[in-house]
């Protein structure tokens, strides 16, 4: 099975700062990857696709990065509504599976 | 619009069972695989499982295969996640979701419904 690791675990940062999160595979998925953010008792929501395909609607501050087995989700000036958990996830092989999650913290 | 609406969660001692149930409107269901996420209390998601467009295929994660089943029922335009001998472990919101427009990832979520296994 693919595992997915995220680093940081908690990354804390301001209003207006450049942040990156990053997703490795543990084997290649090659850009099978999709973004997710979540905010507390919410559901997940998506964010981007095939590595770097923003969904429609979502703030192009948000890009991705990477293919193979590392990937990398940069948001390039933080808003107060980006404070939240993101995760990244593999659909190249079942069991598909996510990365553990980054809070992002004032 | 596209709705994905759970149903079927509660509380349920360990090895009993349960069904869950996802209505789904907006799409057309019969055309589509579906997929269960869950998630434990305070931590991240899960994927568990998929049913093919058309129910005849699915795939679930180690950690409920033997114990879970999805099925779908495109005349009711419902999916269900069959869950016997379950576990504390299995306490969870459980999403269902979609990969409808995109090339890949789950870009419509319902809002979860909730399973708590204790005795």
């Known amino acids: 099975d693919i595992q997915m690791t995220q680093s940081p675990s908690t990354l804390s940062a301001s209003i207006g700062d450049r942040v990156t999160i990053t997703c490795r595979a543990s084997e290649s998925i090659n850009s099978w990857l999709a973004w997710y953010q979540q905010k507390p008792g919410k559901a997940p929501k998506f964010l981007m696709y095939?590595?770097?395909t923003l969904e429609s609607g979502v703030p192009s501050r948000f890009s991705g990065s990477g293919s193979g087995t590392e990937f990398t989700l940069t948001i390039s000036s933080l808003q107060p509504d980006d404070f939240a958990t993101y995760y990244c996830q593999q659909y190249n092989t079942y069991p598909y599976s996510f990365g553990q999650g980054t809070k992002l913290e004032f | 619009q596209v709705q994905l609406v759970e149903s079927g969660g509660g509380v349920v001692q360990p090895g009993r069972s349960l069904r869950l149930s996802c209505a789904a409107s907006g799409f057309t269901f019969r055309s589509y695989g579906m997929h269960w996420v869950r998630q434990a209390p305070g931590k991240g998601l899960e994927w568990v499982a998929v049913?093919?467009?058309?129910?005849?295929?699915?795939r679930y994660a180690d950690s409920v295969k033997g114990r879970f089943t999805i099925s779908k029922d495109s005349s009711k335009n419902t999916l269900y996640l069959q869950m016997n001998s379950l576990r504390a472990e299995d306490t969870a919101v459980y999403y269902c979701?979609?990969?409808?427009?995109?090339?890949?990832?789950?870009?419509?979520w319902g809002q979860g419904t909730l399973v708590t296994v204790s005795s």
């Open positions: 979701t979609i990969n409808l427009v995109s090339t890949g990832g789950f870009d419509y």
């Open positions: 049913v093919s467009y058309d129910g005849s295929i699915q």
């Open positions: 095939k590595a770097s």
